[in-house]
């Protein structure tokens, strides 16, 4: 038994079937199509997590500032007084 009960035989007729359907030039056009959609997607996924990471940098390098600013501040305040 091969995959889920189908034979090997059973694959090979039905890879047969497609290839006399479609072609060998069109599958490969559908296959050169599909990887670089693949391609596209995971680039897009690497992209949106690099934005992310990015994002939270600003936002600690902004909470950094604040906390910076504070402790000026309040050093400024005691040299005052």
Same mark, same amino acid.
């Given at each position: 038994?091969?995959?889920?009960?189908? &034979?090997?035989?059973q694959l090979l007729i039905i890879l047969a079937i497609i290839v006399l359907l479609f072609g060998t030039k069109r599958?490969? @056009?559908?296959?050169? #199509?599909?990887?670089?959609?693949?391609?596209?997607?995971? @680039?897009?996924?690497? #992209?949106?997590?690099?934005?992310?990471?990015?994002?939270?940098?600003?936002?600690?390098?902004?909470?950094?500032?604040? &906390?910076?600013?504070? #402790?000026? #501040?309040?050093?400024?305040?005691?040299? &005052?007084?």
């Open positions: 038994m091969g995959f889920g009960g189908i &034979s090997i035989w599958l490969k @056009n559908i296959g050169s #199509d599909l990887g670089s959609a693949v391609k596209g997607f995971k @680039n897009s996924v690497s #992209d949106e997590e690099d934005t992310k990471k990015e994002q939270e940098k600003i936002a600690d390098a902004k909470t950094e500032a604040k &906390s910076v600013d504070a #402790d000026f #501040d309040s050093t400024k305040k005691t040299k &005052s007084e």
